[in-house]
């Protein structure tokens, strides 16, 4: 069986191949670039980073006030108090549009030290956002989300596609160094690319929405605090204005009835005076600790705890993490780092792979055409659906597939001798 199946899998592995590897090259040199960012941003920004340890520490409320007569037409919407000696705090404004304006405050003497832009729920610095940007839609906006799913889409299938060939081939001594390598590398690199391929499908746009409602109908997705979603009972129109001087207690509550024993944490002000303030741990690395509490009239009226999420949501949010290379610090990037550059030289090899075995070396059609005759039907037929309910699960994987066959027809059908499949060029025989 499997004799029948490598021919066919060796076809589909070279031209998809082809195919994703310009997009996962991409994707694998920005994702080295973006795994760098925390020590990049700790040079380039330690002058809003990080200030002299002080032995006092201003009330969060004076801070506050600091950073917002520093843009005094903003509304603050959030606060991050500084999560150890020697680093600054953050007073986050709103804005119309991602980037909230975010003010850095000495916490020992409310000076301000600086302002810049900040981005999403994590509150990235404008270098790794840019990064981020390039990695997942080179800057072209939505549209430009399909090549980072395109390359996330096939990079399992060829993965697999390469582990198929490497253990069906006999003499996998007898191979030419350039394939050689190529295919061990392809090993080394397979469980690392299998998880980035998995976890960059969660953010991607279509397959990314297939995930999110399929962990809606199995009761996985991410628990949440209700907050201040209700307005029932508010007048939203004439709203009134919360004052930094509740911050203070709403931080002490937090700490003593709501359990927030993290450094890193985000206190969210609510959208008028009487409504729930939110306090929310953001620390990404291990353990895990992003648990929240909604806190209404000076006590703790909701609370989310990340031991109480389902093993689904865990596995999520440990796999974005460490696909960010958050969840164990620098030896996470460190794995990045080897992981992003491992597949870089995997579509380096594998272009070089392609180009001595290219028709002009006098070896034909580098993978022949008709071997899919060489598969028992009933097994080609259960293959056939399997790739149908992925390309409906994957969207991308399943257009990009019609289209690939699409092609490999019409080519097929220029072709005079189609009747007689192509001897495939032994592996032995590659140039060097």
Known sequence: MIESWRGLVLRFHFYAGVLVGPFVLIAALTGVLYAATPQLESWIYKDHLRVPASEQTLPLSEQVKA???ALPDHDWVAVRPAPEPGATTRVLFASDGDARPT?????????????????????????????????????????????????????WVVALGGVFLWFSRRRAQRLKPTTRRHAVLGLWVLVGALFLSATGLTWSTYA???????RKALNWSTPALGGNDDHSGHDMSDPIPVFPGEVDSILETARTSGGIDAGDIE????????????????????????????ITGGSVSEEVRFSDYPVAAKLARWGIDAHMGVLFGWPNQLLLLALGLGLVTLVVLGYRVWWLRRPTRGFGKPVARGRWRKVPPAQLAVVGVVAAVVGWFIPLFGLSLLAFLAVDVLLGSKDKKTDEPRPEPAPESEPV
């Open 67 to 69: 950073a917002q007569t």
């Open 103 to 155: 003010v850095f405050v000495d916490p020992g003497t409310g000076t301000v030290v600086g302002t810049l832009d900040t981005y999403g729920t994590s509150g990235v610095l404008p270098l790794r956002t840019t990064i981020d940007t390039i990695h997942r839609n080179l800057m072209l906006g939505e549209p430009g989300r399909l090549y980072s799913e395109l390359a996330a889409s096939w990079l």
């Open 208 to 214: 990314g929405e297939n995930v999110a409602d399929l």
């Open 267 to 294: 206190i969210t002000v609510p959208p008028m005076a009487g409504m729930s303030w939110q306090v929310t741990e953001i620390g990404r690395g291990w353990p895990t600790q992003v648990d929240a509490v909604a």
